[in-house]
C-alpha cells in the first residue's frame, strides 16, 4: 500500500519545463558560439536531482537560418526544420504586407494631420494649412518587378525570412507614400518657392546624395565598426530616426531602393525590359550595379554643382565602385566573395548593355584569365536621356 501511495504521489505531480529560446544564434562571435556549446551541453548532462529540481528541466532552443554556421556538437542538438516559403507564396505575402502598409499610412493621414507636419518637416517643404491639395492623395501602387526582386532578395539572402520581407516591403510603401506627399505640396507652393529662389531636391536626390556623404565621410574617418557601417550604408533607404534605428540592427533593403531611384537610368526604353533582365542576375551583379550608381549619382551632382546644370550621362569609375563595393561588404553579415567576382559582375552588366565600360576581355574577345580593368577606367551608363535624378519608386 505505501509502495503504491509513493507511485500515485509522484504521477500527481507537475513537471515544470523552462524553455530559452535564441533568435539569431548564426550572428554570434566565436566566444559566444563556445558559450552555446557549454550550455547545450549543461542542458544535456545536467541531472535536475543534484540541484533540487526533481521536476524541472530546461530547454534551449535555438532559432536561425543558416544551419551551417551555428557551431554546436550536433549530438548535443535535436534538428526541428522548417518548410521555407515558396516564391508565390512570398510573393503574396508581399501584396497582403503592401495592402495593409497603404491601409495604415493612409488612415494615419486621415486621422491626424499633425502626422503630416511632422513628415513634411524632414524634407524641409513649407506648405499652408488646410491646403486642398494636400487632402486629397492620389493613391500608390507598387509595381509587380518590385515585389518580384524584393522576394528574391528576400529568398537568396535571408532565406526566405518574412521578418525582412516586411521590412523592406514597408520601407518601400512609406518611401512611396512620403513622396507623393512631397510632389503635392511642391505642385502647391511652386510658386513661394520660384519667390524665394531655392527649390528642395526631390526624395530621391536626398536619399542617395545622403547615402554617398555618408559614406565619404566615414570613409575618410577611421575605420568604424561593424554596426555604425551598417547604418551608414542603410541611410539611403532611411526614413525616420526610428528606421535608421532598426536598419542597424537589421541588415536595410538599401540596394533594392536604389535600384528603383534609378529605374529611368538601367531602362533606357522604359518599358522595364532591363528590369526584368536584371531580376535574373545574382546577388552578387545586383549589388554590384547598385555600388555604380551610387557612385555615378555622386559624380553627375559634383558636376551639376560646378557647371549648374546636367553634363553628360551617368557614370562612375572603376576604383570608387570597388572602394563603395568592399565597404558595403565588410559591413554586412555576408561571406567573402570569391576572387574575381566583382569584374565578372561587371562583364555580365556590360553584356546585358546596361552600362559601358571596361571588361576583361581582349581584343580578340577571348577572354584573359587574371586581368582586371584599370583603377583610372569608366563605367557608363548608356541611357542619356534623362540625365535627371528619377522617381523614388
Not at 495604415?104 to 503630416?116: N, S
Amino acid at each position: 500500500m505505501t509502495a503504491m501511495r509513493n507511485l500515485q504521489k509522484k504521477a500527481s505531480q507537475n513537471v515544470y519545463f523552462h524553455v530559452v529560446a535564441l533568435d539569431e544564434v548564426e550572428y554570434t562571435g566565436q566566444g559566444k558560439e563556445h558559450v552555446l556549446a557549454e550550455l547545450s551541453k549543461l542542458s544535456f548532462q545536467t541531472n535536475p536531482r543534484e540541484y533540487g529540481f526533481e521536476n524541472h528541466f530546461l530547454i534551449l532552443v535555438y532559432i536561425s537560418n543558416h544551419k551551417d554556421l551555428v557551431h554546436v556538437p550536433s549530438q548535443l542538438l535535436t534538428f526541428l526544420s522548417f518548410r521555407t516559403y515558396t516564391a508565390a507564396e512570398l510573393k503574396q505575402i508581399c501584396q497582403r504586407i503592401v495592402h495593409h502598409a497603404v491601409q495604415q499610412y493612409e488612415a494615419e493621414f486621415g486621422r491626424k494631420e499633425g502626422a503630416l507636419y511632422n513628415l513634411l518637416q524632414e524634407n524641409g517643404t513649407r506648405h499652408q494649412k488646410g491646403s486642398r491639395a494636400v487632402k486629397k492623395l492620389p493613391k500608390i501602387e507598387i509595381s509587380s518587378t518590385l515585389m518580384s526582386l524584393m522576394c528574391k532578395k528576400c529568398e537568396q539572402l535571408y532565406s526566405c525570412d518574412v521578418r525582412q520581407l516586411a521590412s523592406m516591403t514597408r520601407r518601400v510603401v512609406y518611401t512611396a507614400y512620403k513622396a507623393k506627399l512631397t510632389e503635392v505640396l511642391s505642385n502647391t507652393n511652386a510658386k513661394g518657392r520660384s519667390v524665394a529662389g531655392k527649390r528642395n531636391p526631390s526624395t530621391a536626390e536626398q536619399t542617395l546624395q545622403q547615402v554617398v556623404e555618408n559614406y565619404a565621410n566615414n570613409n575618410n574617418n577611421s575605420p568604424v565598426d561593424s554596426t555604425r557601417s551598417s547604418a551608414t550604408i542603410g541611410s539611403a533607404a532611411r526614413l525616420s530616426t526610428d528606421s535608421a534605428q532598426s536598419a542597424a540592427r537589421t541588415a536595410p533593403p538599401t540596394f533594392v531602393a536604389t535600384l528603383t531611384n534609378s529605374a529611368q537610368h538601367i531602362d533606357p526604353c522604359g518599358e522595364e525590359q532591363a528590369l526584368e533582365r536584371i531580376h535574373e542576375l545574382p546577388e552578387e551583379a545586383i549589388v554590384v550595379l547598385s555600388c555604380i550608381l551610387v557612385r555615378a549619382h555622386k559624380q553627375q551632382q559634383q558636376r551639376q554643382m560646378l557647371a549648374k546644370k546636367p553634363v553628360g550621362p551617368l557614370s562612375a569609375t572603376y576604383k570608387d565602385v570597388h572602394q563603395l563595393y568592399c565597404h558595403y561588404k565588410s559591413s554586412q553579415y555576408l561571406p567573402i566573395p570569391s576572387k574575381g567576382s566583382f569584374a565578372n559582375s561587371i562583364c555580365c552588366l556590360v553584356e546585358l548593355q546596361v552600362i559601358t565600360g571596361p571588361t576583361d576581355h581582349g581584343q580578340s574577345g577571348k577572354r584573359k584569365k587574371h586581368e582586371t580593368p584599370r583603377e583610372e577606367a569608366t563605367l557608363t551608363f548608356k541611357n542619356t536621356s534623362h540625365p535627371e535624378t528619377v522617381e523614388q519608386y
